[in-house]
């Protein structure tokens, strides 16, 4: 069975990791903010379109949003994930190599 309340604290978890508001991801979903809120306060499940359309918003999806347990993971470790996601190939590298130094 899906447990509403852990898909609603997951999907805060990550809106809130991605700076929005639920105001500003209903609107990036074409819904109200009632409809995220009910979703984030575990009194509905989105059906799959919908959990889709706004996990896309929080550029993510169903598989590591299943795969993740986003409440467990810090809003600065899911920020750096995002900006380590637009990086090109080689600048990967070289934050891998700074942070191997960082590290020692």
Same mark, same amino acid.
Request: glycine share 2%; hydrophobic share 40%.
């Given at each position: 069975?899906?447990? +509403? @309340?852990?898909?609603?604290? $997951?999907l805060?978890?990550? &809106? =809130?990791? @991605?700076n929005?508001?639920? $105001?500003?991801?209903?609107? @990036?979903?074409? %819904? +109200?903010?009632?409809?995220? +809120?009910?979703?984030?306060?575990? &009194?509905?499940?989105?059906?799959?379109d919908?959990?889709? &359309?706004?996990?896309h918003?929080?550029? #993510?999806?169903?598989?590591?949003?299943?795969? #993740?347990?986003i409440e467990? %993971?810090?809003?600065?470790?899911?920020?750096?994930?995002? #900006? %380590?996601? #637009?990086?090109?190939?080689?600048? &990967?590298?070289?934050l891998?190599?700074?942070? @191997?130094? %960082? =590290?020692d």
């Amino acid at each position: 069975m899906i447990d +509403s @309340k852990n898909i609603g604290r $997951q999907l805060r978890a990550l &809106r =809130k990791a @991605k700076n929005l508001t639920s $105001q500003e991801l209903a609107d @990036k979903v074409n %819904v +109200s903010q009632s409809y995220i +809120s009910r979703f984030e306060n575990g &009194r509905a499940i989105p059906d799959i379109d919908m959990l889709e &359309r706004i996990l896309h918003a929080l550029d #993510t999806n169903l598989s590591s949003f299943f795969s #993740t347990d986003i409440e467990n %993971v810090p809003e600065d470790l899911i920020q750096l994930i995002d #900006t %380590v996601k #637009t990086l090109s190939p080689e600048a &990967r590298i070289k934050l891998n190599e700074f942070l @191997k130094i %960082v =590290k020692d």
